[in-house]
């Protein structure tokens, strides 16, 4: 970041960075099939935080990293967000009508176009790194990085957790578990991406990780919280949804205060971590603080 | 392969080496969440051809390389192709009841589950050619290759193509259209990645991916035949279907004598550009000439 350069500022730099980099990662509506690669664009093209790529960037330009190295990562990252939504959304899951304030993907597309946009998004942000720039050891992490974060170790395994957990006891270490795979592993895997493309040590990565750990809870906490007090409008989704379906949320937890503390701790945790990783001022602790009073 | 090694031996050595290379790379039934573990296992224990991964091995061998350097690549294909099935026999997509002779794994395991084993199987066949040998160059290379096979302008873009024409007119250029992407794109990949494994030059790379790309063709036509002629019992699947469910297929196109003989001219073709390729004698021709013959 640039010394005089503002949050917002960031944030926007960052958005329309991000923006290029996805409009040149999906093929055009009139490629064959068409149906298909409107139905990924549309998907992508729904405007979404990109906080994801944002944390990549910030990383990386915080480790005195270039951001065309940063991009394929950023991108890969965003690509794998938006399959998981996509496939959250649908009937066998979630079955939701709303995202990001508009029908959800398999609303406008069907089931099955939905399904397979999903599929194809997924196996886009693997061939991203495979050919963009910087390639080399890199790129070969960042897939890494990625595939460990998005797998049944990670993201994946956090959805079924989640799912499995609906209408149980929510004890506070099952919504941790939860939380650690379906969200966190994401965040912190972005992170590392960011600090892989500035050609950071391997000690610093780790270091990462564990920040984006911290944030990632801190952030899926306030998600779970304004689950709860915000409306529709703000939200751009169905609130009080997790609550009625039973799922497992730290506020069911703990109450909505002790969550919202424990999501300023987290944040706190989380800078000391980027202290240590070498990451001090700039963007990423601006926006860390800001995931646990974020409004939607 | 050894110069004394017959065809069945080869294949009986490709499917037990690709069997380890698959119970390293999945999680154990015990680790979190062990429903996930179990429906991923459940679905690529099942029993499968393997003919990309012995495809891979098979190249990799007739070009002088060491089988321990096709592996990651061999079980990345098999773990997409699997990933294809479970999602393609969905209720939302083919609802299909069987596979391989055994319920679907949304049968035995919900449709939720068998969505997001789909996804943690597709993701962890990016993670194994980023974390096992032969690494660097060639890792990239082959993550870019399945990449590019699986996604939007390959299987999954076929798959697509493949719905929308159930009930159309299935004339020959719209049903090439569906193979070529559908399972040409996978078959070509997986020569090819057996040919990176081996340091092959990137014009022979090339003749792999067009020679696979007409041994695919006639996979996938003898495939169409058998749906027309075989029972279930043979197939170990649900035979007629495709008929019935008015998808565009060869004989559809052109009737079952016709689609025999483009099968075989299509191995033919396949043949040459694999000798083009260097590869004239071992398990590869064997195979090529067995797709167009087999029985299942």
Request: charged content about 30%; proline content about 5%; hydrophobic content about 40%.
């Amino acid at each position: 970041m640039e010394s005089t350069e503002t949050l917002p500022r960031f944030l926007e730099r960052a958005r329309s960075w991000v923006e290029k980099g996805l409009e040149r990662a999906l093929p055009g509506e009139d490629e064959t099939p068409s149906s298909l690669h409107k139905a990924m664009r549309y998907a992508v093209f729904g405007g979404g935080k990109r906080l994801r790529p944002a944390l990549a960037l910030g990383v990386c330009e915080s480790l005195g990293g270039r951001a065309e190295d940063a991009l394929a990562g950023a991108v890969a990252f965003e690509l794998v967000h938006t399959y998981s939504l996509v496939h959250d959304d649908l009937p066998s899951m979630d079955d939701d009508d709303l995202r990001r304030g508009r029908p959800t993907c398999h609303k406008v597309f069907g089931e099955a176009l939905a399904l397979l946009a999903g599929d194809a998004l997924l196996t886009l942000a693997f061939l991203v790194p495979a050919e963009w720039p910087p390639g080399g050891r890199r790129a070969l992490e960042t897939v890494r990085i990625l595939a460990r974060a998005a797998g049944s170790l990670g993201m994946a395994g956090g959805q079924v957790l989640d799912l499995e957990g609906e209408g149980l006891e929510p004890d506070l270490e099952s919504v941790r578990a939860i939380h650690l795979r379906k969200t966190a592993a994401m965040i912190a895997g972005a992170l590392q991406a960011g600090g892989v493309a500035a050609g950071a040590a391997e000690d610093q990565v780790e270091l990462l990780g564990r920040a984006g750990i911290s944030l990632g809870l801190a952030f899926q906490i306030q998600d779970d919280v304004l689950d709860e007090t915000a409306d529709s409008a703000t939200l751009g989704k169905t609130p009080g949804k997790d609550r009625k379906s039973g799922k497992r949320t730290w506020p069911a937890a703990v109450g909505l205060e002790a969550s919202r503390e424990r999501a300023r701790e987290l944040v706190r945790e989380g800078l000391a971590l980027l202290g240590e990783a070498g990451i001090r001022k700039g963007p990423l602790p601006e926006i860390a603080r800001f995931l646990a009073d974020r409004k939607k």
